[in-house]
């Protein structure tokens, strides 16, 4: 079976980034980014959607299959106050219809006609590195 232009478009532009795709399918694809901060490895999975000509690039952090009442408030003003400074994503919560959980995660939305390879690149890690950077944040509380 051929590959979807989603698919072709998603492999030729991580390759052209020099980033390689765990996984992708007609409707998704996952980037995973390891990181090695202060000594601690980490990884994140950043996950590529189409919808329309716009393109979501999300990450979702370890918050998550929780009832939004059980997330403690200071987590949510964190995320708001890191969505005040961001101009290109933001935190969200986001509600997968398989479930009555939520999860925190962090996403940012281009249109696909503005993704170059470095462009592609850029978005990709800055949203796995937002998420990254927060749970690091966490595990010191």
Known sequence: MADS??????????????????ETTPNIAKLVFKFNKEGE????????????????????????????????PI???????ENAKNRRGCWTLNHYSNSDKYVLEYMANISSALLTPEEFRKTCNAVAVEVDDFERILSKI
């Open 41 to 72: 490895s980490t990884e994140q999975r950043v996950w590529i959607a189409p919808y329309g000509d716009t393109w979501e690039f999300s990450c979702m952090s370890f918050i998550n299959n929780q009832d939004p009442k059980n997330i403690p």
């Open 5 to 22: 232009s989603f698919e072709t478009r998603v492999k030729t532009l991580a390759y052209q980034a020099d980033l390689r795709i765990s």
């Open 75 to 81: 987590l949510l003003i964190y995320a708001l106050q």
